[in-house]
């Protein structure tokens, strides 16, 4: 399922909002999600589940091709935990 | 502090001007689509954001980190979440904070 398949999924399943509503809470919704992580806001949605950063270390990488050393500075990562009520239906739903 | 559905249905409102009962419908249709979707074992591909993509796990031995007694780890689906480059790039900016 891509974006606008998720678009035009809950655009059918609802009637209160318009198809160019959908569309434009879709992006809100991403974007108020990576701006929360980009800040370094967690984000718990109870039932899916929650993102938290995850710090890396700085390291000294290399260059695959050239065999040559970079230094690599300390980051975060996004990390998503899926929540109980996520984990138990795709659990489920695969037979298991 | 965390954002939650509270704080992106409000969010919501205020920005698009849907009503309480609006917001609230589109933010829990949306987390329950992409749930369904992976309910049916479809991954859900958000480009900018990231992917939630489905793995299936075979069985294999665990322990009781307690009682050391050893009990099997039943075979499983799990959701894992691949950032996309867009995120993973807005993300790595915190570092310098």
């Known amino acids: 399922m891509t974006k606008s398949d998720l678009i035009d999924a809950m655009a059918d399943k609802q009637s209160l909002l318009s198809y160019r509503d959908v569309e434009l809470a879709v992006k809100?919704?991403?974007?108020?999600?990576?701006?929360?992580?980009?800040?370094?806001?967690?984000?718990?949605?109870?039932?899916?589940g929650s993102f938290t950063l995850h710090h890396r270390a700085p390291r000294i990488g290399r260059n695959p091709k050239s065999g040559e050393s970079v230094s690599l500075g300390e980051k975060y990562v996004p990390h998503f935990k899926p929540g109980k009520e996520?984990?138990?239906?795709?659990?489920?739903?695969?037979?298991n | 502090?965390?954002?939650?559905?509270?704080?992106?249905?409000?969010?919501?409102?205020?920005?698009?001007?849907?009503?309480?009962?609006?917001?609230?419908?589109?933010?829990?249709?949306?987390?329950?689509?992409?749930?369904?979707?992976?309910?049916?074992?479809?991954?859900?591909?958000?480009?900018?954001?990231?992917?939630?993509?489905?793995?299936?796990?075979?069985?294999?031995?665990?322990r009781n980190p307690k009682t050391k007694e050893e009990i099997p780890i039943s075979a499983r689906r799990v959701v894992t979440f691949r950032p996309g480059q867009k995120l993973?790039?807005?993300?790595?900016?915190?570092?310098?904070?």
């Open chain 2, 1 to 62: 502090m965390a954002l939650t559905k509270a704080d992106v249905i409000e969010q919501l409102s205020a920005a698009l001007g849907f009503n309480k009962r609006e917001a609230k419908e589109v933010v829990e249709m949306f987390f329950e689509q992409i749930r369904e979707s992976l309910e049916r074992g479809e991954q859900v591909k958000l480009s900018g954001f990231g992917n939630f993509e489905l793995r299936d796990k075979a069985e294999r031995p665990g």
């Open chain 1, 86 to 95: 996520l984990r138990d239906r795709v659990n489920t739903a695969a037979g």
């Open chain 2, 88 to 97: 993973k790039e807005k993300v790595d900016q915190h570092a310098g904070s």
């Open chain 1, 28 to 48: 809100l919704i991403l974007d108020q999600m990576s701006n929360s992580l980009s800040t370094g806001e967690r984000i718990e949605i109870r039932g899916f």
